[in-house]
């Protein structure tokens, strides 16, 4: 029933901006954690950012200061801004959200990921 959508992806040169987006849709409940995580070819998936449903947030070393993460909860809407980009942020982006499930229990919900390709 839960579907995340993710928005936004696409090429930017290095130094450039880009803000994904990832609405959720099919539930009827709010999520307790919404974050992004990435992969590279030949990487393990990591996560990027993540922030709670009141908002506190932490992100990963590399980009920290450079990302920023922000949430609606009411609209179940979770955005990445992205800037100063390095072609090392080159990635598959992938929105995860967390929440209990009135019929699963504590559920995780993935997106169908979006790429950023970020390059000279």
């Known amino acids: 029933q839960v579907q995340l959508v993710e928005s936004g992806g696409g090429s930017v040169q290095p130094g450039g901006s880009l803000r994904l987006s990832c609405a959720a849709s099919g539930g009827n409940f709010s999520f307790n954690w919404m974050g992004w995580y990435r992969q590279a070819p030949g990487k393990q998936r990591e996560l990027v950012a993540g922030?709670?449903?009141?908002?506190?947030?932490n992100y990963a070393t590399s980009v920290e200061g450079r990302y920023t993460i922000s949430r609606d909860n009411a609209k179940n809407t979770v955005n990445l801004h992205m800037n100063s980009l390095k072609p090392e942020d080159t990635a598959v982006y992938y929105c995860k959200a967390e929440g209990l499930d009135f019929a699963l229990g504590y559920t995780s919900y993935w997106g169908q990921g979006t790429q950023v390709t970020v390059s000279s």
């Open positions: 922030i709670t449903r009141g908002g506190s947030t």
